[in-house]
Nanobody, 117 residues
Framework: VQLQASGGGLVQAGGSLRLSCAAS????????MGWYRQASGKQRELVAT???????TYAESVKGRFTISRDNAKNTVYLQMNSLKPEDTAVYYC????????????WGQGTLVTVSS
C-alpha cells in the first residue's frame, strides 16, 4: 500500500489549503482514512478521520475550519483547511486504517503546511 500526500505549502493566516492523499495497492473504499499532523517538537496528533461509511470526527482545534472528505472512485482522501492559523503549521500525514481495526495501517510521507502570521 502506498499513500501519496500533496497540497501543502505556505499560506498567510486566514487563508486556505486543500490536502490530498492518493492511495494505491489496497481496496481503498473498505478502509478508514485519517489526517494527522506533527508540529516541530511536538507529538503527532489526530486532525480528522473518516470511516468507510463516511462517519467523521475532528479534533476540537480544527472543528468548523477543516473538512475531511473522500472520493472512493479516485482512491483519494482530502482535507480542506480554511481560516488557517499559525498554530496549524505542521507536517500533515494521511493514514489508512484497516477496516478491521487490527491493522495493518499505513502512513503517507507527509506534506508541510506553513501558516504565516
Amino acid at each position: 500500500v502506498q499513500l501519496q500526500a500533496s497540497g501543502g505549502g505556505l499560506v498567510q493566516a486566514g487563508g486556505s489549503l486543500r490536502l490530498s492523499c492518493a492511495a494505491s495497492g489496497s481496496i481503498f473504499s473498505i478502509n478508514h482514512m485519517g489526517w494527522y499532523r506533527q508540529a516541530s517538537g511536538k507529538q503527532r496528533e489526530l486532525v480528522a478521520t473518516i470511516t468507510n461509511v463516511g462517519r467523521i470526527t475532528y479534533a476540537e482545534s480544527v472543528k468548523g475550519r477543516f473538512t475531511i472528505s473522500r472520493d472512493n472512485a479516485k482512491n483519494t482522501v482530502y482535507l480542506q483547511m480554511n481560516s488557517l492559523k499559525p498554530e496549524d503549521t505542521a507536517v500533515y500525514y494521511c493514514k489508512l486504517v484497516h477496516y478491521s481495526g487490527r491493522g495493518p495501517d499505513y502512513w503517507g510521507q507527509g506534506t508541510l503546511v506553513t501558516v504565516s502570521s
